[in-house]
């Protein structure tokens, strides 16, 4: 579906417009849409993983002084990383719960006030632990026969999967009949999926296949997550901030690492906490063979821009160290520009607060960013890509080396540009997404841009 920007340049026509016009018959709300999500939810996972790493830094002075034995050493292992994911997670749950109520809210599909007797629903729930057991089951056959899951940096997954496998399994039991009770409608697609595999009940194919494609979902990047989250959580621990204040290659360097530690371990608590009592269960997982393609050639083991893949496009290049050293003032502005899209790419991530996913609709995000562009780190991502590689420019001196370069690095652009389009596509489907798209491409900043480039082509945009 196309949708028509509609440009505003008077702030007094804005001020005299009514409620709501429409483009393309989608009323366009004249304020921005309420998000599925607050922004204390991000910041509360923020200031936790945030305290965690200022625990570990300073762990030789604390336990010395709480007398604890030694070695007095900075908890910068893995174990320790896993532990701010943990730090981070609870606030997030807390903040949820406690400020934003989100339990309480229609759309998880619960009734609080309404539990059925457990005898009622045990039958349902075993059927639909037969489907959550068959789909772990079939996730740890899959990481078996995939030898790239037992290296580096996958093995830690893989240990920590084998580890929670035995707990896990035995708390879903007490779990799905307690959520059960209070479900509206407690056969759900794992119920469906339970029930095809028994064979005792009708069940929808249309469920099974959504139970199919969520858990491929959390499988394929919970396994992801997990293998990346302690190698920048060490090197934020381990830093010596001092040391780093007067160079901008290592400001930069140190800055981004520690940006890139909220993204990963906020996104992380997102693929974990795919829970119905926290609203932040999966809606829908993208049904189009497009969405999925174009999002896991971003991914090991099927990445295609990583050193040496068909989209590597920093062959006889230089970064923008390389290309500024011995000019200060560049390299502070320049510093500073790839700090300032890093923030906006982990403030992307932050806004999601426990809901971030790739692939998934777990609620519209109008907040933070996404008031000024339906896809803040895409964008951002992307311009950190081509401000800090500088593909037109070669190292090598090679005028061949410079053109592939900017060719393979605007493919990859163009990558990204598919996932926005596949990604809207499937979130088009929910009322509150068309309505939330209206608006941005009507009153958001980035949108509202692209649309007058597009003016000046003499054709209309869809940013």
Known sequence: MTIMTISHPSAAFHARQPATCEADGI??????????????????????????????????????????????????????????????GVPMVLWSVLVDKVHLRPSTGIDWKSPRPVADILDISMTKLAGLWATWGGIAILYGLMRFYWQDPYLFAMNVFSTIAPPLFLLSIPYVIWLDRYLVEPRDHAWHFGAMLIGRETYCREEVSHHLRAWAVKGFFMAFMISIVPGGF???????????????????????????????????????????????HIRTANPYLAGWLA???????????????????????????????????????WCALMLILTAIYAWATMAFGIRFSNLTHRGVLTHGPYRFTKHPAYLSKNAFWWLGTMPFLAASGSVTDAVRNTALLGMVSLVYYWRAR??????????????????????????????????LRGRPANS
């Not at 304020?31 to 509360?44: F, H, I």
């Open 27 to 88: 009323a366009i709300p004249a304020t921005r849409p309420k998000s599925a999500v607050s922004s204390g939810v991000g910041l509360a996972g923020f200031f936790g993983m945030t305290l965690w790493v200022m625990i570990a830094r300073n762990w030789p002075e604390i336990s010395m002084t709480l007398g604890l034995p030694g070695p007095y050493e900075k908890l910068d292992g893995p174990n320790s990383a896993l532990m701010c994911v943990f730090f981070s």
């Open 295 to 333: 999002a896991l050639i971003c991914y090991p083991p099927l990445i295609l821009m990583n050193a040496g893949g068909p989209l590597d496009y920093h062959a006889g290049g230089g970064s923008w160290e390389y290309w500024f050293q011995g000019h200060d003032s560049l390299m502070w502005v």
């Open 234 to 280: 060490g090197e934020v621990v381990r830093i010596d901030i001092a040391s780093v204040l007067g160079n901008p290659v290592w400001v930069a360097q140190w800055g981004m690492a520690f940006l890139f530690l909220i993204d990963v371990h906020l996104a992380t608590v997102g693929y974990l906490l795919t829970m119905r009592p926290l609203d932040a």
């Open 422 to 455: 596949t990604e809207e596509k499937h979130m088009m489907v929910d009322p509150d997404y068309q309505a939330y798209a209206a608006w941005a491409n009507a009153h958001a900043p980035v949108p509202r841009f692209f649309s007058w480039l597009a003016t």
